[in-house]
């Protein structure tokens, strides 16, 4: 097998790979050195952006999926990085290339149950399709609960993701998906009283209590 | 927008916006049960070499998927090459079209309401009369209504790129695809959404109005480029491209002079009293207008714009007269997103990566 690079998050300590780039370092910063090869620069932007494609991802593919598809897409991107001609769109251009892997994986791989229901299809469903028989009772209602997000609009479920699952702000899900404030406002506070409604008509498959 | 409409209650939305103010325990809850499916901060582990296209794949892709793509690559390229003369070369996505009222039309096929919905493909032209109304809509990308005598082609439906021609009448598009991704070509401008929800209306002549009731969307023809943020609207001629945006709740005074200045000759002397009144009239948010017209003016009159764009809003950092006189294209860029309408560098990158020459 190839020798194998590690870019590990900042709870592995990345700053041993290469201690002359500061993980603070802007985006443009670390995009250019990247972009010239240095690999711990591709690290660092891989720290920095890889909750927000495990959360385009998440939106789209099911959990058990997701992580192996954020480094599928981070792979996938670093040879196209040198044509990024403004390293200002490095952001956007990471997201549509998560959105696009999301597609692709389920172009090629039509067996896996696919969690992008239609708002309109039976919502019970959908969590069913997450729950499996080895799920505890509290994961079951984290499924049931993610399954309640991916049930709504897709406007919502992205934004909707990236908060409550990511833990990202408002703020942060604007500056990385090129949206504006306004938009990722108006997506969260109609999504989340969206999803309150869906969660109190929903019965937890696991506990047939009140989620 | 009602007064019940949760984006009007800030305080309520605090702590769902960044976790600060008053703790929503329903929101604490979700957060709580969620985190499992947190990313879980595993490194990134790259091959030795970024070519070897195989043993990245077999790192991160389960065997029996790339199984699968290969079986459907062959396939894919059977299908290309019989298809090849007369299809594009991206696999195009038929968009469901049902009819909201009366019986629109698909080329010669009638949608009724009784049926669920009915295929709309590349190539092909709704129509709707003056008793009928149609919904187009595509998954990934979002929702289109196509108002009474309305006539609307699909000219390309691929993964990145959706692109219809509204030929005459009215659409209302709400769309959830990522900026960019929706193009709309009019006999006179090209629409080009970057989130989330507007009015397109055309007119038998070939003008046109953009109204935008959510996020921005920009409007191209010829490099001449007009961006229009929710709550304001934009007119567009053929031959002249988009007109100057301005804010609908602007005074009557200053629409008026807005579209009275676009009509008139460069070098009439109504043009001149158009921009005082515009200058005169223009509110902090008409900064909008303001920026829009130093590309629209030259000299002296483009001098007075900058000097009353600068007092409504302080130029940033970086930003100079002389070099906003000369329209130094980074410094626009920089005042442009110092207005907090929308960020340029999404317009930018759709000009780098594709942008027609329409």
């Not at chain 2, 003008?207 to 010829?222: K, P």
Request: one cysteine or more.
């Amino acid at each position: 097998m190839a020798t194998l690079y590690e870019f590990a998050s900042p709870h592995a300590g990345l700053s041993a790979v290469n201690p002359s780039l500061d993980s603070t370092a802007p985006d443009a910063t670390l995009v250019r050195a990247a972009q010239k090869g240095d690999r711990s620069a591709y690290g660092h932007l891989y720290s920095r952006y890889a909750r927000m494609v495990h959360g385009i991802l998440l939106a789209r593919v099911a959990p058990h999926h997701v992580e192996d598809l954020v480094q599928d897409v981070f792979l996938h991107a670093l040879p196209k990085l040198p044509s990024l001609r403004d390293p200002a769109y490095f952001p956007g251009w990471l997201a549509a290339i998560a959105r696009n892997r999301a597609t692709d994986f389920y172009r090629n791989a039509k067996t896996d149950v696919s969690l992008d229901q239609d708002a309109s299809e039976d919502k019970s469903a959908s969590s069913a399709a997450l729950v499996t028989p080895q799920t505890s009772h509290s994961s079951a209602e984290a499924h049931a609960a993610l399954a309640a997000i991916r049930s709504l609009p897709e406007a919502y479920r992205e934004p909707l993701i990236l908060r409550l699952v990511e833990g990202m702000t408002g703020l942060e899900i604007a500056q990385r998906t090129g949206l504006t404030h306004g938009s990722v406002r108006v997506n969260l506070s109609r999504g989340m009283q969206m999803l309150r409604e869906t969660l109190s008509q929903k019965v937890s498959p696991a506990t047939g209590g009140e989620l | 927008m009602n007064s019940k409409d949760p984006t009007t209650t800030p305080e309520r939305n605090d702590y769902l916006w960044d976790s600060s103010g008053t703790p929503d325990p329903e929101i604490q809850r979700l957060e709580s049960q969620l985190a499992e499916f947190r990313h879980d901060n595993r490194p990134l582990v790259l091959p030795e070499t970024l070519q070897a296209t195989n043993v990245r794949k077999a790192l991160v892709v389960p065997l029996r998927l790339a199984a699968a793509a290969v079986v459907l690559l062959a396939l894919g390229s059977v299908a290309y090459i019989a298809y090849k003369s007369s299809r594009p070369s991206e696999p195009q996505i038929a968009w469901d079209c049902s009819a909201l009222s009366g019986d629109p039309q698909i080329g010669s096929q009638t949608i009724f309401r009784e049926n669920s919905s009915a295929n709309f493909r590349v190539g092909q032209t709704l129509t709707t009369n003056a008793n009928s109304r149609a919904a187009i809509r595509q998954d990934d990308l979002g929702e289109i209504q196509v108002e009474p005598n309305s006539r609307v082609r699909l000219e390309q439906s691929g993964a990145n790129r959706k692109r219809i021609r509204l030929e005459l009448g009215t659409i209302h598009a709400a769309i959830w695809a990522p900026p960019t991704e929706f193009v709309v070509d009019t006999p006179s401008a090209t629409a080009v959404d970057l989130g989330c929800a507007y009015t397109l209306q055309v007119n038998p002549d070939g003008s046109g109005t953009l109204r935008t009731t959510l996020g921005w969307v920009g409007f191209h023809l010829n490099g001449r480029d007009s961006f229009i943020p929710a709550g304001a609207m934009c007119l567009t001629r053929p031959g002249t491209g988009p007109g100057t945006p301005y804010f609908e709740d602007a005074s009557p005074y200053f629409r008026e002079a807005v579209f009275a200045f676009d009509s008139s000759d460069s070098s009439s002397d109504a043009r001149a009293r158009q921009l005082t009144i515009i200058l005169e009239q223009a509110r902090a948010k008409d900064a909008l207008t303001l920026w829009h017209l130093l590309s629209r003016t030259d000299g002296s009159e483009r001098a007075l714009v900058y000097d009353r764009l600068a007092t409504l809003v302080p130029p940033p950092d970086g930003v100079s007269r002389d070099g906003m006189l000369s329209l130094n294209h980074q410094m626009l860029d920089r005042y442009w997103d110092a207005l907090g309408l929308g960020r340029i560098s999404v317009w930018r990158m759709w000009e780098q990566s594709g942008a027609p020459a329409s």
